[in-house]
């Protein structure tokens, strides 16, 4: 089901399933900024990745010496979220573990996702709670994909000097990593761009990354301070994903405990973690 959200700039669209943007327009402008194309191009929209950000070797992980089975980027992008409310410009939905999460992930949670709109900003806020009693391992990870076109820029606020991590046909990650930027701030969107998949980046000095259309800003992102960003979309197609991770592909080597995976989050019993994405419309 959609729900959808308004103010006097902007409309939004958000499925229950996967709690997932559907789309956002700009009423004045009628200008649809999320990618809406042939789903067999890609089918998601901006799917929340969780409880994995990427893959996991063979698909599996171990946790207290028992193995369990996830699919790419988890299980919240085919999950129906139950709706908390819808008001006033801003919608909520919560995931909570049940019988089917717990045979694949052992631990007790509740995620909710918090859509509000700021002006001509959306703010994405994501809580996760661990309601078990011992450790909670995960990872989170947003993937909204904007229209672009080839040409169109994504432009650091800052010159940045960064690598790329190498990733395999698979989607692990290989090992080592190639150079994206060298001092600069603009990466240019061509059709051939993602053709290793995704530009993997940490280490990244600035806070923002604007998508540049026609020479002028269209799409300013607050990254939200995540250790690692993704960049990607099906090479030539006219969109682009900007993906703030709290997470990492696995590499090929080995099939690791969850809690040794490449910037997992833990939560004591208790314990919440919330991280917060915006994206200011300028034109």
Same mark, same amino acid.
């Given at each position: 089901?959609?729900?959808?959200?308004?103010?006097?700039?902007?409309?939004?669209?958000?499925?229950?399933?996967?709690?997932?943007?559907?789309?956002?327009?700009?009423?004045?402008?009628?200008?649809?900024?999320?990618?809406?194309?042939?789903?067999?191009?890609?089918?998601? !929209?901006?799917?929340?990745?969780?409880? &994995?950000?990427?893959?996991l070797? *063979? $698909?599996?992980?171990?946790?207290? =010496?028992?193995? %369990?089975?996830?699919?790419?980027?988890?299980?919240?992008?085919?999950?129906?979220?139950?709706?908390?409310?819808?008001?006033?410009?801003?919608?909520?939905?919560?995931?909570?573990?049940?019988?089917?999460?717990?045979?694949?992930?052992?631990?007790?949670?509740?995620?909710?996702?918090?859509?509000?709109?700021?002006?001509?900003?959306?703010?994405?806020?994501?809580?996760?709670?661990?309601?078990?009693?011992?450790?909670?391992?995960?990872?989170?990870?947003?993937?909204?994909?904007?229209?672009?076109?080839?040409?169109?820029?994504? !432009?650091?606020?800052?010159?940045?000097? &960064?690598n790329?991590?190498?990733? *395999? $046909?698979?989607?692990?990650?290989? =090992?080592?990593? %190639?150079?994206?930027?060298?001092?600069?701030t603009?990466?240019?969107?061509?059709?051939?761009?993602?053709?290793?998949?995704?530009?993997?980046?940490k280490?990244?000095?600035?806070?923002h990354?604007?998508?540049?259309?026609?020479?002028?800003?269209?799409?300013?992102?607050?990254?939200g301070?995540?250790?690692?960003?993704?960049?990607?979309?099906?090479?030539?197609?006219?969109?682009?994903?900007?993906?703030?991770?709290?997470?990492?592909?696995?590499?090929?080597?080995?099939?690791?405990?969850?809690?040794?995976?490449?910037?997992?989050?833990?939560?004591?019993?208790?314990?919440?973690?919330?991280?917060?994405?915006?994206?200011?419309?300028?034109?």
């Amino acid at each position: 089901m959609l729900y959808h959200i308004e103010n006097e700039h902007l409309s939004c669209a958000v499925e229950d399933l996967g709690a997932q943007l559907s789309s956002i327009r700009d009423k004045a402008s009628q200008t649809e900024y999320l990618w809406q194309g042939d789903r067999a191009v890609w089918d998601g !929209r901006a799917p929340v990745l969780f409880p &994995i950000v990427g893959r996991l070797k *063979d $698909d599996r992980y171990r946790w207290q =010496g028992k193995e %369990y089975t996830l699919p790419k980027h988890g299980f919240a992008l085919d999950s129906r979220f139950r709706k908390l409310g819808c008001r006033n410009g801003q919608v909520s939905f919560i995931l909570e573990s049940n019988e089917a999460t717990r045979a694949c992930y052992p631990f007790e949670f509740a995620l909710t996702l918090e859509y509000r709109l700021e002006g001509r900003s959306l703010a994405c806020e994501a809580k996760v709670e661990n309601k078990g009693e011992g450790d909670m391992y995960f990872s989170l990870g947003a993937h909204p994909g904007f229209n672009c076109a080839m040409g169109d820029a994504l !432009r650091f606020d800052l010159p940045e000097t &960064i690598n790329s991590l190498w990733i *395999d $046909d698979e989607a692990m990650l290989a =090992g080592g990593s %190639y150079p994206v930027l060298e001092n600069t701030t603009d990466i240019i969107i061509h059709k051939h761009l993602f053709n290793r998949d995704a530009l993997i980046l940490k280490g990244m000095q600035s806070r923002h990354i604007t998508l540049v259309r026609d020479g002028k800003p269209t799409v300013k992102f607050d990254i939200g301070g995540a250790p690692v960003l993704g960049l990607w979309a099906k090479p030539g197609a006219p969109y682009v994903c900007i993906e703030p991770w709290y997470g990492l592909n696995d590499s090929g080597e080995f099939t690791p405990d969850i809690s040794q995976k490449p910037y997992i989050q833990r939560l004591d019993c208790g314990e919440s973690f919330v991280r917060v994405w915006r994206a200011a419309f300028l034109s």
